[in-house]
């Protein structure tokens, strides 16, 4: 069965040092997408980074970068030098192909890390 | 501004009414989605639609009914045969292959 786990329901850091927030995948796919979405108190999602499972290098995006570890299917998000807005919800999430007029990309959520930033 | 827009942000539901929620992008994306968010919960799938005039169930369909007439709205009805509506309700949307899904602002339902 497709899942995504993270076993971190909260964590603290303090500002300005890095940051990992777990996740870890499961599916039999072999053609995947893994994202990361924030979460801020007023409840939209903001889209943070995204590794396909053909990648081969590990996705960055800004202060973000995703550690891609295939064959122990992990996808962790680093957060480098944390910054007070970065508190927040955290998701990970895996999307998935099917036969229906090409990718569906339905996504598939872990239950989320709340991360809370130190001044 | 591009974006998706989900209306209203708050809304109350009687017991045994029908409610719709809105939810408007001007993104031309093709596929659109909605999820549900309980509290301290991932996003689980209600529906989604990838083309005008076509909708597929998602995880959690029962008790809620969609409709795409138009590419840029896809309207969610959370029927009285939804036994627990209370949460949050995010929609979605995609424009294709592997770029992510943007959301809306989200709209909270409540039971009166």
């Known amino acids: 069965a497709q899942k995504i786990t993270q076993t971190q329901p909260g964590m603290f850091v303090q500002e300005k040092e890095a940051v990992t927030l777990d996740c870890t995948y499961d599916?039999?796919?072999?053609?995947?997408?893994l994202f990361w979405y924030k979460q801020p108190s007023s409840g939209e999602m903001i889209f943070l980074i995204y590794?396909?499972?053909?990648?081969?290098q590990n996705a960055t995006e800004g202060r973000y970068s995703l550690n891609f570890q295939k064959a122990r299917k992990s996808a962790n998000l680093v957060i480098s030098a944390s910054q007070l807005g970065d508190s927040a919800m955290y998701f990970c999430?895996?999307?998935?192909?099917?036969?229906?007029?090409?990718?569906?990309?339905?996504?598939?959520f872990g239950t989320g890390t709340l991360l809370a930033v130190q001044p | 501004d591009g974006g998706i827009t989900q209306s209203p942000k708050y809304l109350f539901r009687k017991e045994g009414q029908n409610v719709t929620l809105s939810c408007e992008q001007n993104?031309?994306?093709?596929?659109m989605y909605w999820y549900r968010q309980d509290p301290g919960q991932g996003l689980r799938l209600i529906y989604y639609?990838?083309?005008?005039?076509?909708?597929q169930k998602g995880d959690i369909a029962e008790g809620y009914s969609v409709s795409r007439e138009k590419k840029e709205s896809f309207p969610l009805t959370v029927t009285s045969a939804q036994k627990n509506p209370t949460a949050f309700y995010l929609c979605?949307?995609?424009?294709?292959?592997?770029?992510?899904?943007?959301f809306g602002d989200g709209t909270r339902l409540s039971i009166l």
């Open positions: 979605a949307s995609r424009w294709s292959g592997v770029q992510p899904q943007h």
């Open positions: 599916t039999s796919d072999q053609s995947y997408g």
């Open positions: 590794q396909g499972s053909y990648d081969e």
């Open positions: 999430a895996m999307s998935l192909r099917e036969n229906y007029g090409g990718a569906t990309n339905k996504l598939i």
């Open positions: 993104l031309n994306h093709d596929a």
């Open positions: 639609s990838q083309i005008v005039n076509d909708f």
